[in-house]
């Protein structure tokens, strides 16, 4: 058995000695946060490398979620997709709008966009898909529609850092994107989280709603919150962007050695690269199908524990059965979500994880069959 136990993800972690470095500014200036120096650098070398012409920065993916609702006027009801983790959904609560849940494709687990008219009313202000597992939705017909209505589209984009199609940066979509720094994510700043969109006007109401809604120094002219990130998080995003290539290109191997075992198990569904797009790997999920397989992803999950071994169920409960809901949002409403829901499992993966591990995993997944 592994010395440690394996979690579904461990922060990526750079040198010690190249985080001290960056850090050693700070210990100059003495600015500590409120848009500082390594906010600023930040800031400009994600615009770069996402490729997207503004970028907003703030203490976490959850607060960016919520400044893009309040900011850009949400209100009523916001179609967006069940099968996501918690802070989807409940920014669009937190921001005092309705959501209105729309099911998935069986595929790539994103927002079915042939079933999104059918659920606009006269109350439907934006559309909220996140492209889940790092899994690009369909963007050109999700934006034909938003048009032919009138609505707002904000993505969660939690789980794309570094995805392109057709080397277009997957955070140039909609009116704004989110993305997650936290530190599981394959890019991070310890805590953290990024808006990124095409309007300059927007620049300057995101920076006074991480402040308190405040333009200038003294008045507050919007209501807003502290949603600011600290120049030590900065710093780690500085550091860990030299690294973001060769983090990829580890979990691309992981992936393929997990495929190498599991793709042509029957029962077994895993993801599949798609020509034109860099994946960024974010997380492996596995669909199961107990009656092909000989087991229920819960058993092999059970499994996995026993060996020390923790996978995560993600994303199950699908949000819209959150017992918050007390039953408002019925699961058959999105069937798919909940089929999918219910026999998902995401393995472990992440740089650093040796491939013998991988190989282990595995052997625990099919053994017991
Ligand atoms: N939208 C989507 C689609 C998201 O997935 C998320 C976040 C958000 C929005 C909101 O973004 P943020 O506000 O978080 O920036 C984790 C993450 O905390 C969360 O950021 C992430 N999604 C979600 C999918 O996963 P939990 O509740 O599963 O975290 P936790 O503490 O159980 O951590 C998972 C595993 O990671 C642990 O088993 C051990 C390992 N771990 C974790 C931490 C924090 C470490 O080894 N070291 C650590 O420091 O939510």
């Not at 991480?210 to 550091?239: C, H, P, W």
């Not at 007390?326 to 979500?337: K, L, M, N, S, Y």
């Amino acid at each position: 058995m592994s010395p440690e136990p394996i979690h579904v993800v461990r922060p990526f972690l750079p040198p010690l000695a190249e985080y001290v470095q960056e850090l050693e500014s700070i210990w100059e200036t003495h600015h500590l946060t409120h848009s500082g120096p390594k906010h600023q650098a930040l800031t400009a070398a994600l615009a770069d490398y996402l490729s997207v012409p503004q970028v907003s920065l703030f203490a976490n993916g959850h607060l960016a979620l919520e400044a893009a609702l309040q900011t850009l006027g949400v209100t009523g009801e916001v179609i967006t997709t069940p099968f996501t983790f918690a802070s989807t959904t409940q920014a669009i609560v937190h921001s005092g709008a309705t959501p209105v849940f729309c099911d998935i494709t069986a595929d790539s687990y994103v927002m079915d966009p042939e079933l999104i008219e059918s659920l606009i009313t006269d109350r439907t202000s934006a559309i909220l898909p996140v492209h889940v597992y790092g899994n690009l939705c369909d963007h050109a017909r999700i934006q034909e529609i938003a048009d032919a209505h009138g609505l707002k589209v904000i993505y969660d984009a939690a789980h794309a850092f570094g995805v392109t199609k057709d080397g277009i940066g997957v955070g140039s979509y909609g009116d704004v994107s989110m993305f997650s720094f936290h530190a599981t994510k394959v890019f991070h700043t310890i805590e953290g989280g990024g808006l990124t969109f095409a309007d300059e006007r927007l620049s300057q109401e995101f920076a006074a709603w991480r402040q308190f809604g405040q333009y200038g120094k003294e008045d507050s002219g919007a209501i807003g919150t502290n949603a600011k990130l600290t120049e030590f998080g900065a710093a780690m995003g500085l550091v860990n962007l030299r690294h973001i290539d060769a983090t990829i290109e580890a979990r691309r191997q992981l992936t393929l050695r997990y495929r190498e075992h599991l793709a042509s198990v029957p029962g077994l569904s895993l993801g599949e690269d798609i020509p034109g797009i860099r994946h960024n790997y974010a997380y492996l999920p596995v669909v199961f199908d107990p009656e092909e397989f000989g087991r229920s992803r819960d058993d092999v999950l059970r499994d996995l524990a026993d060996n020390d071994i923790y996978a995560r169920r993600y994303f199950h409960p699908l949000t819209s059965q959150f017992s918050v809901f007390e039953g408002r949002f019925p699961a058959e409403q999105t069937p798919v979500a909940a089929g999918i829901a219910d026999r998902v499992l995401t393995l472990p993966l992440y740089a650093g994880l040796p491939a013998s591990e991988v190989d282990r995993i595995c052997e625990v997944v099919l053994a017991g069959r």
